[in-house]
């Protein structure tokens, strides 16, 4: 079957880093995605690695090794803004999206 | 750019009544659609995709007669709720996908349902 794990919860410190990892076993592989969802609204688009390395965008950084079917997303300077759910989802062979059931991070002043 | 909307962005009705759900690509065209259901707590569950003029494909256990998803054009979608029931009550997601090979999906901003 076709499988996202990531951590349910983190927490972390204003103004620190976090990292939040993703691994996944999918039916072929055509990209892997990053959302964040604030409570209550509609995810909003983060990041798209489809080539093994980082991205690098502002404070946010996506990674990807697919021959590990692993992922993180990295976080740095934290803001209390960044309190939200963040999501990884896979694209399969089909272009399905499959998606993890998300990490909840948690910003402490 | 890359904007979707939805409208009504909250509905409560009443039991046994039908609900329809507008998401439109607003600066772009989008020749697929998705429709999502999330329930609190719990990550996006993928009820069906949408296609331009074709017939919509449902994800395993979404009833397609009391889901009735229409994609007219390029840039409107919806999405009809039939004989709505409490357990319907849940936060719909549309999301689309630009035409022309990006494979990146943008959210519309949700529709929550509260059928009483």
């Known amino acids: 079957g076709q499988n996202i794990d990531q951590p349910t919860e983190m927490t972390a410190t204003e103004g620190a880093i976090v990292q939040i990892n993703c691994t996944y076993q999918?039916?072929?592989?055509?990209?892997l995605f990053w959302y964040q969802q604030h409570a209550g609204e509609a995810p909003t688009f983060l990041s798209y690695?489809?080539l093994d390395g980082l991205e690098e965008k502002g404070r946010f950084s996506s990674f990807l090794s697919r021959s590990k079917g692993y992922s993180y997303l990295l976080l740095k300077e934290l803001q209390m803004k960044d309190s939200a759910s963040y999501l990884c989802?896979?694209?399969?062979?089909?272009?399905?999206?499959?998606w993890g059931a998300g990490t909840k991070l948690i910003i402490k002043p | 750019g890359a904007v979707v909307s939805q409208h009504p962005s909250w509905v409560i009705c009443k039991s046994g009544t039908s609900v329809k759900i507008e998401c439109r690509s607003l600066?772009?065209?989008?020749?697929?659609m998705f429709w999502y259901r999330q329930f609190p707590k719990q990550s996006l569950m993928l009820m069906a995709t949408?296609?331009?003029?074709?017939?919509?494909?449902?994800e395993q256990g979404v009833e397609k007669d009391k889901f009735l998803i229409n994609h007219a054009s390029l840039t409107l979608s919806t999405l009809t709720v039939t004989s709505a029931h409490p357990e319907d009550s849940s936060f719909y997601i549309c999301?689309?996908?630009?035409?022309?090979?990006?494979?990146?999906?943008?959210f519309g901003p949700g529709t929550r349902l509260l059928v009483l």
């Open positions: 999301s689309a996908r630009l035409a022309g090979g990006q494979e990146t999906q943008y």
């Open positions: 600066d772009f065209q989008a020749t697929t």
């Open positions: 949408s296609n331009e003029g074709s017939k919509a494909t449902y």
């Open positions: 999918t039916s072929g592989f055509n990209g």
């Open positions: 690695n489809v």
């Open positions: 989802a896979v694209m399969d062979s089909s272009y399905q999206l499959i």
